[in-house]
């Protein structure tokens, strides 16, 4: 429980810094914890509840001083996603489901982080999980269309929300879509003039960045004001009636069949947050030179997801604009979370009866423009310059979530993420190498000026050797040695293995026998330790037809000292000087 070792030195100023963030945060969660139930296909009070008590958890079992806690575009769009098709059938209610998809994912994160497992989250790349979340926006950003111009639209691809759209093109309700593009047009405005405007009327940049930040709370006000003044209630979709009063304990439907439908969406949604969450959490510790620890966050979203759960919530994790704000607000601890917390109660007890004429135009606005800040497309470009194996990846990944849903692209990613690395790997770079003249030091004989000799076939293997890549290794020394019969030395240069498995072992067996039986030696240099006990333990190096080597340079020079005695003279000879020269 980390608040028990920062509690200790918690004071006044701490809690001033954190009041203040909160305010901010607070101001800007209300009009995204709506927004996101709706997205979600949840009730609009479900978002408020979502913003509780999973906050006060954080706080007790996290460890970021800025991470905000809450609902996100991403995780809402992935609930809907899951839950929709298991409520149509109409066996299950769907706040019932959320209800259990939040307990499942925040059990599954707990395992995680109890068991210091947080390293699987590795295994999903950055770049597919930057192209899922590009998908995930376009999506988004998508449906919240059909409110803007007052008409239903439904679907889990892009094809089929499109088909929606145009269907309904007749039912367009003109006042709704006026509401909405009015909204949008202000909420872009926000984002990029009213700071500026503030700043040129003489405020502060940060006063001027923390009012801007209450620009969709004050869309919510006026558009509410606006549609009460006009009457405008049975014209346009409203949010109606919320509920007042802090959420109550709720116990989940712990149903086998929902278990067995959910367990596998809310796996995804446990990695797809976890990954954002610690992403955001470490890019903001890092600007104070702190650390998060990412097993205690696995623990920290876990408690926050159950307590969602037990309150009434959906699926949370930490959101990225959020907790930027929190960040840039002067949050110095966890506890900005509690009392941000405190700030979302008191809206559920006194302002939720203001938020009946609420349009849900309004707050499809407010969606769309929080998800364009998602849809970051120079992934893309940037990955194409650097890696044309990561751009498919990445590009794969769009499609299929944009064309065959959510589960499918997260799916997808996964699988893309394994098998980038498997290919990766599975045909490591393996460099011949040569000696630097007058030193010690070995390059790639197709990069450098070096010298080689004519029967010892260096070779540097710069990847683990395990079962994906063993017999490519193999056949690639052995093709080397056809084209050269004159080699009567192979040494294998091991700085860069840190692992031998099994499937190795026998295949390096294997060419073992291969060489001895053309009378060519086997050599390792530079082997590390870990790996050359686990050599010695199988007794692979009382059958190597060769010699292990502590330098490189020593074995070449043992092997054809003809070749590398003048080079070993000079390299000795300049390596006294240099140590001369410091004396």
Not at 309 to 325: C, H, K, L, Q
Request: net charge negative; charged share 10%.
């Amino acid at each position: 429980m980390p608040i028990l070792s920062w509690g200790k030195t918690y004071r006044l100023p701490h809690f001033y810094q954190d009041a203040s963030a909160a305010i901010i945060v607070t101001i800007m969660l209300i009009p995204q914890s709506l927004a996101y139930a709706l997205l979600a296909g949840l009730p609009p009070e479900i978002g408020l509840y979502a913003s509780i008590m999973p906050l006060v958890a954080y706080m007790i079992f996290g460890t970021s001083n800025a991470l905000a806690v809450g609902p996100v575009a991403v995780i809402s769009l992935m609930t809907a996603a899951a839950i929709g098709k298991l409520t149509q059938s109409g066996q299950v209610d769907y706040i019932s489901a959320a209800v259990m998809l939040a307990l499942l994912s925040g059990v599954m994160l707990l395992l995680l982080g109890i068991f210091r497992l947080g390293f699987l989250a590795n295994f999903l790349s950055h770049p597919v999980i930057s192209g899922f979340i590009i998908a995930a926006g376009l999506l988004i950003a998508t449906s919240q269309l059909g409110h803007i111009f007052g008409i239903s639209a439904s679907g889990q691809t892009l094809p089929a929300l499109l088909v929606s759209l145009f269907d309904g093109r007749d039912d367009v309700n003109s006042t709704a879509f006026m509401i909405g593009c009015v909204a949008l047009i202000f909420l872009i405005w926000v984002r990029i003039g009213m700071k500026p405007l503030l700043q040129a009327c003489g405020l502060s940049s940060s006063l001027a960045g923390n009012i801007s930040r209450a620009g969709p709370l004050l869309a919510v006000f006026v558009s509410i004001m606006v549609v009460q003044y006009f009457a405008l209630g049975d014209s346009v979709a409203i949010v109606g009636t919320i509920p007042q009063g802090l959420p109550s304990f709720t116990w989940p439907d712990l149903s086998l069949d929902m278990i067995e439908v959910l367990w596998l969406p809310a796996l995804f949604i446990s990695i797809i947050g976890f990954v954002e969450s610690v992403s955001v959490g470490q890019t903001l510790a890092a600007r104070k030179n702190e650390r998060i620890d990412s097993n205690q966050e696995l623990i920290g979203l876990g408690a926050a997801n159950i307590a969602a759960s037990f309150s009434g919530g959906y699926p949370v994790t930490g959101g990225f604009a959020r907790s930027v704000v929190n960040y840039d607000a002067g949050a110095a601890t966890p506890a900005a979370g509690g009392v941000t917390a405190i700030g979302i109660g008191v809206a559920t007890l006194i302002f939720t009866p203001y938020l009946y004429f609420l349009p849900k135009a309004v707050l499809a606005a407010t969606i769309i423009i929080a998800v364009l800040s998602l849809i970051d497309v120079s992934v893309l470009k940037n990955s194409w310059r650097y890696s044309k194996s990561d751009f498919f990846a990445i590009f794969g990944t769009i499609i299929v979530t944009l064309f065959m849903g959510v589960e499918l692209g997260v799916s997808f990613g996964v699988s893309a993420s394994i098998a980038l690395y498997l290919y990766q790997t599975s045909q490591p770079h393996i460099a011949e190498i040569g000696l630097v003249p007058e030193t010690q030091h070995f390059r790639n004989i197709l990069r450098h000026n070096v010298i080689t000799s004519p029967i010892i076939l260096s070779l540097r293997i710069d990847e683990n050797i395990y079962f994906a890549n063993a017999e490519f290794i193999e056949k690639l020394i052995q093709d080397r040695l056809e084209k050269s019969p004159n080699i009567r030395h192979v040494v294998l240069n091991c700085t860069s293995i840190s692992l031998i498995d099994a499937s190795a072992l026998e295949v390096l067996e294997s060419l073992n026998s291969f060489l001895k039986a053309r009378s060519i030696g086997l050599h390792f240099s530079e082997l590390k330790g870990p790996v050359e006990d686990r050599l010695l333990k199988a007794k692979f190096l009382e059958h190597l037809n060769g010699q292990v080597f502590l330098h490189h340079f020593e074995a070449v020079s043992e092997l054809d000292p003809k070749t590398y005695i003048n080079q070993k003279a000079l390299a000795e000879a300049d390596q006294s000087a240099h140590d001369g020269s410091h004396i």
